[in-house]
């Protein structure tokens, strides 16, 4: 009996089916996955956002799967060889690659030598000798000599045999399952420099003579090897075990499986020969290529999930509030890039300013800035992070000890994605009379104010937190990071009546073009004073209102619970709250005392069951309340402004830009950042790096080493460290290829490093591309013969041109 789809999941998950199938139900019925966690808790049975998203990505393999199964059935079917055993296995795979090893024998193929070998008539001459090998091959092999059929003589005959064999050995589903998971438990990944490639490829040393099990590979490693494979530096090997003398014992498997053996019969070698070249030229190679896909792919999972993981966090970041917010873009030659926004983040003032080579207008830059902060009662001061950020920043440090009275509070900001958002179609439409320079600044201003209302404007790959994040495959990074901003927008919620387009498009339930409608509408009639009000808008239609509505908030309108994440069909329950404390609906919220003394069962009705009403009870006496952690900032230390001032010993303060599998990298102002190794993070063993710290975390870290030339600061947040030691307290391992993870971050000058938001370069010019020396190169190294290069350019994993050796 087949296993359902709903059953797999939940025993994936560790839950009943019937919430399975309801969370099944309302995501093909249009919910949203924040919808479902939020509002549909009786329905699933209190299935949380982690574990939708799970069975979101697992709902949407599995039906792959069977659509591929049917795909398979039908074909295997219209050529007549679908028999009752056949179907059953193929009904019984559960995974896409056991579904391909069962449909490879079958699957449509270019004419092989094998095929043309059978339409020569020596299938029974092959079968016969695997059959038999008492029987001498030559003597067997004379009776199929036939000129007219291209079989000139004894030899070619065997070498047709030779074929269908080979075929029918790596064809073997069972077997190629077996073999592939030995070789996944016990092989391992092998990488050498290619020839002449040592300075080239520099960035890579780590990896020029390497090789480690692929079961212990991480995510980072595999990545930065793969890259360096592209880059022309690396030549990698997958090699089945630790190289041994004799025969391979996969060879051992396989003459098993086909009862081949050296028994003394004549056609014993010729067997064992046949065995050992179906090993060499399919199997390895079939497998290799298996193996090189599940180790991206697992690599690429992990990626993806880190950098999911820091897009949360840096989306999720403390907002400085609404406060009036004095941007600043450095530059040098082409100034300082000053913009001021209000409260609400309008754009009220902007300028261009020079106090740095080559014009040096220092005092005249001061005057201007102090004069627009007293002018527009600014309270914040958000200086970009890219080039020419610690000679702006200390302008703005002279600006607050020169002006006390103007109360001001500096903070250097992440500029990475501000030259995408300044360039962008939104930009143009949300600021059409500045020029792209001066938007850039205005960003800056307001993702101080509100980081997560701002980054949703930029495409998340662009905001560079992510591990080789050009590595991955476009798709299914996409679609992580997409459920990430998603889930964050609905956690927070959002004003309905200030939210930009982009914003209110990541709201559930609303598509890019009914936030452009509520906007229009917005526009026209002046701001929503109720949530009914949303049923006005074009498109927006009952459905859509079902998944929105709880999300967006409506402050100071006709209904106080308007700004609550209280849905409004529950309202009912909370008039009934009112109705049973006797007072007004504006008077209960708030009020803990009241609140905490009714009793959430009495309010359970056939629609709202429990875990409902104790949400609603826990909203109202915090309603809209913010999830993200309280604000703060971190200061640099003066005089240490180029890695060239930092020493071994310093214990400095900065922000956490982004983590990794291997760590996390923290800038203390020196336009480079330095790496905090996982070994140096705590002073018991850490598994996951985020455990510590996240992106945007304000630590307290020591200098360990500073390596100038290759613009490398190893750093550790156990302060009892002393710089340079060995072993415990000391100075941390260096992971291998760690720096090769944020190929922006390494071997290049800290004004050309270009994260994924696009780092400066000395000219002022961006480059949102983030990869060392742009476009990546396609070739890679050559396999080891030709079959295999046949094999992987089939694959997609080998360029047409690529990878001889120079």
């Given amino acids: ?412 900001v992440s500029e990475a994605g501000a030259s995408v958002y300044s360039a962008s179609a939104f930009a143009s439409q949300e600021l059409p009379d500045l020029d792209v320079s001066l938007r850039g600044a205005v960003s800056i201003a307001r993702r101080l104010q509100d980081p997560l209302a701002e980054l949703v404007k930029i495409d998340p790959k662009s905001i560079g937190v992510g591990q080789y994040q050009h590595d991955l495959a476009e798709v299914k990074l996409s679609r992580s990071l997409d459920a990430v901003v998603e889930d964050c927008v609905n956690g927070v919620g959002v004003d309905v009546n200030t939210a930009s387009a982009p914003l209110l498009s990541r709201v559930s339930g609303i598509s890019g073009g009914l936030a452009e409608n509520i906007v229009a509408h917005r526009d026209a009639n002046g701001p929503f004073r109720s949530r009914k009000a949303l049923k006005d808008v074009a498109r927006l239609g009952p459905k859509a209102y079902e998944q929105c509505a709880g999300f967006l908030r409506i402050r100071g309108g006709d209904d106080p619970l308007d700004s609550s994440s209280v849905h409004p069909e529950a309202y009912p329950v909370v008039r009934r709250m009112v109705k049973a404390t006797g007072g007004e609906v504006a008077a209960l919220i708030g009020d803990t005392g009241t609140l905490r003394s009714l009793r959430a069962d009495d309010f359970v009705d056939e629609t709202f069951g429990l875990p409902t009403v104790t949400d609603i009870l826990r909203e109202l006496e915090k309603p809209g309340r913010d999830p993200r952690p309280a604000f703060r900032t971190a200061t640099f230390k003066e005089g240490v402004e180029k890695i060239g001032d930092l020493a071994s010993g310093m214990v400095l303060e900065g922000v956490v830009t982004n983590v990794a599998a291997f760590g996390a990298f923290v800038d203390v102002g020196v336009h480079q950042d330095g790496l905090v190794h996982v070994s140096a993070m705590s002073k018991t063993f850490v598994k996951d790096p985020r455990d510590v710290v996240k992106p945007g975390d304000v630590v307290k870290v020591k200098v360990l080493d500073v390596d100038i030339p290759r613009k490398r600061i190893s750093l550790t947040l156990r302060l009892d460290d002393e710089p340079g030691a060995e072993g415990q307290g000391g100075a941390p391992r260096r992971d291998r290829g760690e720096r090769g993870d944020r190929g922006e971050r390494s071997g290049r000058p800290p004004q050309q490093r270009q994260g994924g938001g696009g780092r400066r370069s000395e000219d002022g010019k961006r480059n949102e591309r983030g990869e060392r020396g742009g476009r990546d190169r396609s070739s890679a190294p050559a396999p080891a013969n030709s079959a295999m290069a046949d094999a992987l350019r089939k694959a997609g994993l080998l360029g047409e041109g690529g990878g001889k050796r120079r």
């Fill in 1 to 412: 009996m087949t296993t359902s789809i709903e059953a797999r999941i939940a025993e994936e998950l560790g839950v009943r089916e019937r919430q399975v199938k309801a969370a099944v139900e309302l995501l093909d019925g249009g919910s949203t996955v924040p919808f479902i966690a939020r509002y549909r808790k009786e329905a699933t049975e209190m299935l949380d956002d982690a574990q939708l998203r799970t069975l979101e990505e697992r709902l949407r393999y599995l039906r792959e799967l069977e659509d591929r199964r049917s795909a398979i059935l039908d074909s295997v079917r219209e050529q007549g060889k679908l028999t009752e055993a056949l179907e059953a296995s193929i009904r019984a795979a559960d995974t896409k690659a056991r579904l391909e090893d069962i449909y490879l024998p079958f699957k449509p193929k270019r004419r092989t030598k094998a095929q043309i070998a059978r339409e020569a008539g020596l299938e029974p001459l092959a079968e016969g000798l695997l059959a038999d090998p008492s029987v001498e091959p030559a003597a067997a092999a004379a009776a199929f000599v036939d000129g007219d059929k291209g079989v000139a003589d004894a030899a070619a005959a065997l070498e047709g045999a030779r074929a269908i064999l080979a075929e029918k050995f790596s064809e073997d589903a069972d077997l190629i399952g077996e073999l592939r998971e030995r070789m996944w438990g016990r092989g391992r990944l092998v990488a050498k420099v290619r020839d002449g490639q040592e300075e080239a490829g520099a960035k890579f040393a780590d990896y020029f003579d390497f090789a480690e099990p692929f079961t212990a590979l991480p995510s980072h490693r595999v990545l930065a090897m793969l890259r360096g494979e592209k880059e022309d530096a690396l030549s990698l090997e997958l090699e089945p075990e630790e190289p041994t003398e004799g025969p391979s014992s996969y060879e051992g498997i396989v003459a098993g499986r086909f009862g081949v053996a050296d028994r003394g019969r004549p056609g014993d070698k010729w067997l064992q020969d046949t065995v050992r070249w179906a090993w060499r030229t399919r199997i390895l190679v079939h497998l290799g290529i298996d193996l090189r896909l599940r180790l991206r792919t697992a690599a690429e999972d992990e990626a993806v999930r880190v950098f999911a993981a820091n897009l949360r966090d840096l989306l999720l970041a403390a907002p400085a509030g609404t406060r009036a917010t004095l941007g600043l873009d450095p530059g040098f030659r082409t100034g300082v890039k000053v913009a001021v926004v209000d409260a609400t983040g309008k754009v009220v003032a902007t300028d261009t300013i020079y106090p740095h080579v080559p014009a040096n207008k220092w005092d005249q830059a001061l005057e201007k800035l102090a004069r627009l902060a007293k002018e527009h009662a600014v309270e914040l001061v958000a200086i970009g992070n890219g080039t020419a950020s610690r000679e702006t920043d200390k302008l703005a440090a002279e600006l607050l000890a020169k002006h006390p009275e103007l109360k001001l509070t500096k903070v250097m």
